[in-house]
């Protein structure tokens, strides 16, 4: 949003960054442009950025930042967050659900299907809707600010989320209940040239958040820089049909706090194809955070209870690789369509313009975040340009999960077999997808744990062991923990001994701080859930760790 720049191209796609990125030298976040044109910019006060702030970028940052505060009549830009429907929000207690204090009608409001139908889950979603209405209220007292201060008929007005939602399955999530933004754009009636749409107009043209920033530049007269990804949709020169024939966007998803996935998607009007490069690891696995909220907790329950249907049952079973889905017929994403022989032509064609799109960027996560992390951070534009090629043969690897086994295996032995760490990484990734369709090359996977000097490399292959053979991974995966350097090796790792003892498979896992050569707070969240610690004491070693490493 505030750099125009995607993500994965920038390096700022983890989100809780372990390392913040660091934009090119000649590159700024877009308030810094209207500051230099003369506007006072004001933020009060997220800055969840995963970047290094560029000087020059805010005249004030904090919640105490106001237009109020510039100098008389310069214009000005103004952001303000509202945490009323945060997460947080939705992290009550056993004690607020025996006696709860709500607007809204629990019984009146719409579950998504992949919900079970509790009483639990209807208070949430009741609570969440109230929350919402909390916002708006909030805004609306904004808005009597800038009509009290005659600056109402001078101020564009975007007023928008920051995601999807907070609901289960929603933040963080590939689908469009975690990527489905909420927008209202106030157009002042002096400006209304700037707009090609008409008062109370609503379009299905696609807004992407890296078009604000173009947007703004546009309104306020400035020159877009010609390496952001976004387009305009407001502005001089913008025509509305330009805007409503807007109909593709991607979406991305990576780690969240501890959780790591990696998902891609491609939507095109009312289709949408995702791809799913960890399809190993279920949209249900732990992530601290999110299991503070009772329902989370609930719905998990009932899944090991074997009391929920299959569409509510997907959350917490691995993933296709690949997904498609119409979204006029399936809204909540439940039908996959790509196993459809009606619908393969289209699917081929959404799988290549995805993987067009990932190697044109190019996708800087299909290098391990540990390697980001150690050699990418100080520049991950120009790094990411140096290993452009590399990272296109690092999607054909990762793609060849998409390939029926006997065409795939040739071409996973040349790549487990590869003098590229990377190369041997994805080759076992992708094995591990593949499972026993290619178990004859389990072989290799053994050699690997006996040989293989990449811990990385060598956890993958231990879980494609598992996966296949029965072959316990945990001893591995704590031989790691013991001897890496690296806080994110141990991060990943500790993902997969989270999966491998809370999925079918049940292995013990005997672990705790002191068997771990390095953390850092993330890890910290890993171990402290496999010790069954209780989150405030996980939150207070946490803090007291990242005290300890600032000194």
């Keep these: ?40 910019t004001t933020n009060n006060s997220k800055k969840d950025y995963n970047a290094i702030e560029p000087k020059g970028t805010w005249d004030a940052s904090s919640n105490k930042a106001h237009w109020r505060n510039r100098p008389a009549g310069k214009p000005f830009f103004h952001v303000q967050t509202y945490t009323d429907s945060h997460e947080s929000s939705l992290h009550f207690k056993q004690s607020w659900v025996d006696s709860p204090d709500l607007q809204t009608d629990p019984e009146a409001v719409e579950l998504a299907p992949y919900h079970p139908d509790t009483p639990l889950f209807r208070l949430t979603y009741a609570r969440y809707h109230d929350r919402i209405k909390s916002i708006d209220n909030r805004v609306g007292k904004l808005v009597e600010q800038l009509r009290s201060d005659g600056e109402l008929e001078n101020t564009f007005i975007f007023y928008f989320g920051d995601h999807g939602g907070v609901l289960p399955r929603g933040k963080g999530y590939i689908n469009e209940s975690g990527l489905h933004v909420p927008l209202v754009v106030r157009v002042p009636e002096k400006f209304k040239s700037s707009s090609p749409f008409q008062r109370g107009d609503r379009t299905d043209g696609f807004v992407d958040f890296v078009d604000f920033g173009p947007t703004v530049l546009r309104l306020a007269g400035v020159k877009v820089p010609a390496y952001v990804d976004g387009t305009p949709f407001l502005g001089q020169g913008t025509r509305r049909e330009q805007v409503e024939a807007q109909n593709k966007t991607f979406g991305y998803a990576d780690r969240m706090d501890e959780k790591y996935d990696f998902c891609r998607s ?15 690891y279920p949209d249900g696995l732990q992530n601290n955070y999110r299991y503070i909220n009772l329902a989370w907790k609930q719905w998990r329950e009932l899944f090991k209870e074997g009391k929920l249907n299959p569409v509510q049952s997907a959350f917490f079973r691995p993933k296709p690789a690949e997904q498609l889905f ?30 067009e799109q990932v190697k044109a960027m190019p996708d800087l996560s299909f290098i391990p975040e540990s390697i980001l992390v150690e050699e990418a951070m100080d520049d991950p534009i120009a790094y990411g340009q140096r290993r452009k090629a590399l990272i296109s043969n690092y999607v054909d690897i990762a793609n060849l999960a998409l390939l029926p086994a006997e065409k795939a295996i040739p071409k996973l032995r040349e790549a487990l077999q590869s003098k590229d760490v990377v190369d041997r990484y994805w080759g076992y990734s992708v094995c591990s997808i593949l ?11 053994k050699q690997s744990i006996d040989q293989e000097e990449n811990s990385l490399v060598k956890l993958r292959a231990c879980e494609f ?15 790691i923990l ?12 500790l993902q997969s001994l989270v999966f491998f003892k809370d999925g079918p498979f049940d292995y013990q896992v005997d672990i705790d701080f002191d068997s771990i050569k390095t ?33």
């Design 326 to 355: 119409l979204l006029t017929d399936d809204p909540h994403e439940i039908n996959d369509l790509s196993t459809n022989p009606e619908f393969r032509e289209r699917l081929i064609a959404m799988r290549r313009e995805l993987t």
């Design 435 to 445: 499972g026993d369709k290619v178990a004859e090359l389990t072989p290799l996977a």
């Design 266 to 280: 491609i939507r095109v009007g009312d289709w949408k194809y995702i791809r799913n490069y960890q399809a190993i």
């Design 519 to 551: 953390v850092d707070s993330q890890v910290v969240r890993r171990v402290g859930y496999l010790m069954g610690l209780p989150e405030p004491e996980i939150k207070k070693r946490s803090k007291l760790l990242m005290k300890q490493l600032r000194k």
């Design 465 to 479: 062991l598992g996966l296949t053979i029965d072959s316990n991974p945990v001893p591995v995966i704590e031989t």
């Design 1 to 40: 949003l505030i750099t125009m720049v995607y993500g994965p191209r920038l390096g700022t796609q983890f989100h809780r960054r372990i390392e913040l990125a660091r934009m090119p030298d000649n590159w700024k976040m877009f308030p810094a442009y209207l500051r230099d044109a003369g506007y006072y």
């Design 482 to 493: 013991k001897e890496s350097d690296s806080a994110v090796v141990n991060l990943i790792a």
